[in-house]
Structure formats: C-alpha cells, structure tokens
C-alpha cells in the first residue's frame, strides 16, 4: 500500500506541474462534484424534466452519501493525503494545497466520484432513452464520462484522494447507480421516509459508537486536517462527517413530507409547460442556495447537527412543493389579470 500511495503523490505532483495556472477550472469541477451539489443543483434540475427522475436523484444522492461514509469509516486504514504528510512526501516533493484538501471526511471510495455519479446516472439513461436512435443516443454517457473524469482528475490535483481512490468511487457510483434506481419509494408512506431517516441517523451513531468501543478513532481525519491545514478557516464543518449523515437523513425525512403532502398531489395532476418548469427550476434552486447558504452555529455540535437536519428536510420541501405552488399562483394571477 506505501508504494501505491507513494505512486500517487508523485502522479498529483505531475498533474499539478502540468495543470498549473488551470487550478480554479479544476475547483469548478470539484465543486460540481461535490456531494452538496446534488441537493443543491442536479436534484432540482432532474426534477423540472421529469418527478420521478427528480425523486431518483435525491434519492440515489442521500442513500449513496451514507453508504460512502460507512464505507470510510470501515475502510479507516485508508488514508488520504494527511497521511502522507505525517510520513513526508516521497523525494523531498513540495506539492500545493488547496482550500478543497482541508476536508475532514477524506478516504477511500471517493464521496465526489461516488455519490455524484451515482446520482446522475438515472439522467444519463433518462436522455439516452429520449433518443433511441442514431449518434445522439450516445452523448448524455460521453458527457457523463467526461465529467466523471474531471471530476476525478480536479480531486488528485487538489490532493483529496490518491488515483485508486477515485477509481473505486466512479466504478462503486456507477454500480450503486444501476443498482438502486429500480428501487426507489415513489409511492411509499410518510412512515416509511420517516423510519429512513431514523435508520441512516441512529445506524451512523451506532456504528460510530461501535467502532469506538474497539479503540478505532473515527475522528482522525479531522484530527489530522486541523493539524496539517495551512489556514484553519479552510475547515469548514460541513465537511465534517456527520455533517453529511444529518444532510442525507434530514432530505430523506423532507422527501417524505414533500410527496405525502395534501398539495403535492393537487400541484402535480398534470404535466407543467416548459415555461413553467423552468421558472419553478430558478424558484427552486433560489431558495435552496438562500437555505444552504445561512450560517450556522459551530458549537455546540448537537446544536449545529439539528439545524443541519432541520435546513435539508427543507430542501425537498422547497423543490416539489413551494416552487410549484409559487409558480402555479403567478399563473393564477396572470389569469385574473387577463379576465
């Protein structure tokens, strides 16, 4: 594992060389990466095409992000570039850090290849089944490897994964993706998104819990990431690891008052004009990014966690309920206007 590892500093090394003066091209693609992006962009944006893609992409994104963080927490030994820092670069190598190294949930699969390609993958099959002929049928899975691939190449660059740790998170995406879009709760109970949601909370704490119990330090990577961070306002909590696990369950928990409100049913009895989904898309992506973007409380943690929880169970709320109602009620008063 030391010469993999020792490998794949000497091939950031390179990239950074060769890449140099196109770092923040390579921060766009991480950021479209990350997995905060799918709440906060592509769950929106798949949901103005299609409900159910809509539902299938937050869904593939909040289960995948969990599955992602127990699969670091059991993979532990894996370490990321702290690790490195703490044995020294091979050959005296000085390579630059970046704002994006200072993640405090770091390992192997990566979480932006995983969760994001896992997400996407039901939009790449949705467009390539809306052209069932000719050379065009192709395009949505070359873009999708396209992006992948920045996507992989823009973590090595920025010292977030070694290369077989990006590999692992684009083939397990792709699997997860393929695998879980077939069962996804369109039509199930409130209780069933509400139990969800408990499960991914209490099943993250146990095991955390567990893990500790053995003397195994989950919290080492943030541990290193204070220690070898060149400036501490690069550790923002909501890398921490349990940010995540509060993000997946409170979307999980909003995605289940979302679709068994009274109004979902009334607002979505027939399919929207483009002219409409699009200005329900800008209302959406609006006020989750006014959401997402309101600073909360770092301490206490219990504190910070709850309204972590409480701000993403909003999110879906926001996309399939409040969007469409605004949009149908400017409908209603163009309507009025014109009478």
């Known amino acids: ?29 991480t950021y479209l990466g990350d997995p905060g992006t799918i709440f906060l962009l592509y769950f929106p944006l798949a949901y103005s095409l299609h409900h159910r893609l809509g539902v299938t992409v937050l869904w593939l994104g909040l289960i995948c992000e969990w599955l992602n963080l127990v699969l670091k927490w059991f993979l532990f030994g894996e370490r990321p570039f702290w690790w490195v820092h703490e044995s020294g670069f091979p050959d005296g190598h000085k390579l630059r850090q970046f704002p994006s190294t200072c993640e405090t949930g770091p390992g192997s699969p990566s979480g932006h290849c995983m969760i994001t390609g896992a997400a996407l993958w039901p939009v790449v099959m949705f467009l390539t089944n809306l052209s069932q002929r000719g050379i065009r049928r192709y395009i949505p899975l070359h873009l999708y490897i396209l992006l992948m691939s920045g996507i992989a190449v823009s973590r090595l660059l920025i010292l977030a994964h070694f290369p077989h740790q990006v590999l692992a998170g684009i083939l397990s995406g792709v699997l997860l993706g393929y695998t879980l879009k077939r069962s996804v709760p369109h039509d199930r109970s409130f209780l069933f998104h ?146």
């Open 1 to 29: 594992m030391d010469e993999i590892h020792t490998t794949g500093v000497l091939f950031a090394g390179a990239l950074q060389e060769q890449l140099r003066g196109s770092e923040e091209f390579w921060l766009w693609l």
């Open 194 to 339: 509400m139990l969800i949601s408990v499960f991914l909370l209490l099943g993250a704490l146990l095991i955390y819990w567990g893990m500790n119990a053995f003397g195994i330090d989950l919290s080492w990577s943030i541990h290193l990431a204070t220690k070898w961070c060149s400036k501490s306002e690069w550790i923002h909590p909501e890398t921490r690891p349990f940010s995540s696990v509060t993000r997946s369950a409170g979307n999980a928990l909003g995605l289940g008052f979302a679709l068994c409100c009274p109004l979902y049913q009334k607002l979505h009895r027939k399919t929207p004009g483009w002219r409409d989904r699009v200005i329900s898309l800008l209302f959406a992506v609006l006020f989750v990014k006014v959401q997402q973007s309101l600073p909360l409380p770092v301490s206490p943690p219990v504190l910070y966690y709850t309204l972590n929880f409480l701000r993403h169970a909003l999110c879906p709320l926001t996309v399939i309920i409040l969007a469409p109602y605004l949009v149908r009620g400017l409908d209603s008063v163009r309507t009025h206007k014109r009478d």
